[in-house]
Nanobody, 115 residues
Framework: QVHVVEFGGGLVQTGDALRLSCAASRTTYSASSMGWYRQAPGKQRELVAF???????YADSAKDRFTISGDVAVKNTVYLQMNSLKPEDTGRYFC?????????WGQGTQVTVSS
């Protein structure tokens, strides 16, 4: 079974930057798409950023501040660079990968932005 793990969450202040990392293991397949989702307390999980081989898209709240990228040298690795963080960015961030036609999720990493 594919194992997905996120790294890089933490407690930061408004305006700070943070980089999340995610890696999948236990598979010989390459991810066809990857993304980051966020779940704030009491809210549904929502898309933050998504990418595949041809394009990337972002939630309106993430545009111009967040950047999703993959590591060409290391397959099944995805990053989320988050700049100019705001308190409303607080939540648990989950990594998503579609590998071998199957959706795989990590356990999430907590990001808390203090005002």
């Amino acid at each position: 079974q594919v194992h997905v793990v996120e790294f890089g969450g933490g407690l930061v202040q408004t305006g700070d930057a943070l980089r999340l990392s995610c890696a999948a293991s236990r598979t010989t397949y390459s991810a066809s798409s990857m993304g980051w989702y966020r779940q704030a307390p009491g809210k549904q999980r929502e898309l933050v950023a998504f990418m595949n081989s041809s394009n990337a898209r972002y939630a309106d709240s993430a545009k111009d501040r967040f950047t999703i990228s993959g590591d060409v040298a290391v397959k099944n690795t995805v990053y989320l660079q988050m700049n100019s963080l705001k308190p409303e960015d607080t939540g648990r961030y989950f990594c998503y990968m579609r590998i071998g036609g199957v959706a795989a999720w990590g356990q999430g990493t907590q990001v808390t932005v203090s005002s």
